[in-house]
């Protein structure tokens, strides 16, 4: 009877079974992830941070500290001296000129308002003060000489009187000179206070002005630039880009730095600037400012830079304190003016060890002209003698020298030790007014005219010196007064000669201490010469009066 039964429900199809087995799949899933959800909640609510939070009490809140000074001490420094430090403005009114063509050589710092001209395009080292500090300044001919002219420079006290050091360059020609302290106020329609010049040095670049002061100021105190030492630290005070107070921190980089500057018929213009280098910042505007070292003494003033981006490069210099007190004593002086002794000779600042060795010397120079009226001639000093001592002491070189000689007092005696073709001499020469003998040393103004001289067949130089050379042309024995002697009308590139610098255009006068009276006289010394001799040629400007230079070398 079953069996009706079981035909009338029959098995469930393989669809049913598929959308029984989805549905099942689909609970499943979802009360899992149900009951994932209540654990999560679960959990999540035992550590709700409003509702339960953590122990943080052992915590210790941070602490701002006091101020501490730091080891280098620079600030402590800066703080001592800052006072002491000026800005200083200067105006040069409008003035007419006969002249207007060319530039002048007008060296002038800091910013320039009204005149935006700049060097023209030269050597890294053309026009001193002009290249160093942007070529600001100077005649180019335009309208801005109708102009009032303002720079900015720095200085600092020296004296609670008003009495101020800084650099001749910033206040040369300004009409009107005004000075801000630290503590007056920093707007620009404030000119500050007027200042007066007391003395100035173009030789050293250092000018000394004064301001009216009813309180003493502060001051600042000069250091002794000898014990200064290579890698010290160095801070470089002033107002660069007319941004005052400005502090830049820096290394001494070298000492005795000089740049050659020679002025008209090769005399050195600045023999007397032996600078500081350093690497701090020194910006147009710093000009003036102090140098001062870790013991917050000034060690140097603030005087160029070498750039050619018008700005620092690295590559500062500061003249050394000892020179600016010298100077500074002299300037406060009754005749507040510089006097500085002289005996009357020229020399050449660079020998070669050839030079050296063939005139059998090695400290001490070779008088290259010595001035009629001057002590040395007097004392029958000759050019070619070879000075080597002063009062006994032996001198070093002609900085040794100059440094020695300009110190002492105009009218006192001096014994100079000398050599002559190999012979010891000594003279007693009176000091005379260097200012006075340097005219004289600079005589008259000549023409920068090179010889014309048609070359002539090779003598017999050319294959083992390099050069050619003629009789001296009538024009150059004209200008120079030379009666004899043979001019230098070329010069191969690479040769011995060029190695050296015997320049084309120059007259020989003697070779290893022999007369070159002719071209026959040149060519019978040349023609004894063999190779690893030293070779020292004494020549001669074609352009120039008196003035010998020696110029030497080994033959290869």
């Given amino acids: 009877m079953n069996t009706p039964d079981s035909q009338n429900n029959p098995s469930p199809t393989l669809l049913d079974r598929i959308r029984s087995r989805k549905l099942t799949a689909t609970f499943t899933i979802l009360a899992t992830l149900s009951f994932g959800i209540l654990i999560g909640s679960v959990l999540t609510s035992n550590v709700?941070?409003?509702?339960?939070?953590?122990?943080?009490?052992?915590?210790?809140?941070l602490v701002i500290p006091s101020p501490t000074q730091l080891s280098n001490g620079f600030s402590a420094i800066v703080k001592q001296v800052s006072p002491a430090v000026v800005n200083i403005n200067t105006e040069e009114l409008p003035k007419q000129s006969a002249n207007r063509r060319g530039r002048r050589a007008l060296p002038q710092d800091g910013d320039n308002s009204n005149n935006d001209d700049q060097a023209a395009p030269g050597g890294d080292m053309q026009d001193f003060f002009n290249r160093f500090f942007g070529g600001q300044g100077g005649?180019?001919?335009?309208?801005?000489?109708?102009?009032?002219?303002?720079?900015?420079?720095?200085?600092?006290?020296?004296?609670?009187?008003?009495?101020?050091?800084?650099?001749n360059h910033v206040v040369a020609n300004a009409d009107k000179i005004y000075v801000k302290l630290s503590t007056d106020s920093d707007d620009d329609a404030d000119n500050g206070r007027p200042a007066t010049v007391i003395g100035v040095d173009k030789d050293t670049d250092i000018a000394v002005i004064k301001i009216d002061t009813k309180q003493p100021l502060p001051t600042i105190k000069l250091g002794n630039s000898d014990g200064a030492q290579v890698g010290d630290w160095v801070l470089a005070i002033g107002s660069p880009f007319a941004l005052a107070k400005t502090v830049t921190a820096g290394i001494i980089s070298a000492k005795n730095r000089t740049i050659d500057d020679p002025g008209p018929n090769g005399i050195s213009q600045s023999q007397f600037q032996h600078f500081i280098q350093t690497d701090a910042a020194i910006n147009p505007g710093n000009s003036g400012g102090p140098l001062v070292d870790m013991a917050g003494q000034v060690v140097g003033m603030?005087?160029?830079?070498?750039?050619?981006?018008?700005?620092?490069q690295g590559v500062g210099f500061a003249m050394p304190s000892n020179t600016i007190a010298q100077i500074y004593n002299m300037l406060i002086g009754p005749e507040h003016k510089v006097v500085r002794g002289s005996i009357g000779i020229s020399f050449q600042q660079s020998l070669s060890s050839a030079v050296k060795r063939m005139y059998g010397f090695q400290n001490g120079v070779i008088v290259s002209i010595v001035t009629p009226s001057g002590g040395a001639a007097k004392a029958g000093i000759q050019p070619g003698d070879v000075i080597v001592s002063i009062d006994g002491r032996n001198i070093k070189d002609g900085d040794d020298l100059v440094a020695d000689i300009s110190s002492r007092k105009v009218g006192s005696n001096v014994k100079l030790g000398y050599l002559r073709n190999g012979k010891q001499g000594t003279a007693e020469v009176v000091i005379g007014d260097r200012a006075k003998t340097y005219a004289d040393l600079a005589g008259s103004d000549d023409d920068d005219n090179s010889a014309s001289a048609t070359p002539q067949a090779p003598d017999t130089g050319k294959s083992l010196l390099g050069i050619t050379v003629s009789a001296v042309p009538a024009a150059v024995t004209s200008r120079t007064g030379l009666k004899s002697g043979v001019i230098i009308t070329s010069v191969r590139p690479g040769s011995f000669a060029d190695e050296i610098g015997l320049p084309k255009g120059f007259v020989i006068t003697e070779i290893n201490k022999k007369p070159v009276r002719n071209e026959a006289d040149y060519r019978a010394i040349v023609s004894t010469l063999k190779s690893k001799d030293d070779v020292v040629f004494v020549v001669q400007s074609p352009a120039q009066k008196n003035i010998n230079s020696l110029i030497g070398g080994t033959l290869p």
């Fill in 48 to 61: 709700s941070g409003k509702e339960q939070q953590v122990d943080s009490s052992d915590a210790k809140p």
């Fill in 139 to 167: 005649d180019d001919g335009s309208d801005a000489i109708n102009t009032e002219r303002r720079a900015l420079g720095s200085g600092f006290i020296v004296d609670p009187r008003g009495y101020i050091i800084t650099n």
């Fill in 302 to 312: 603030n005087t160029a830079i070498y750039t050619q981006s018008m700005g620092s």
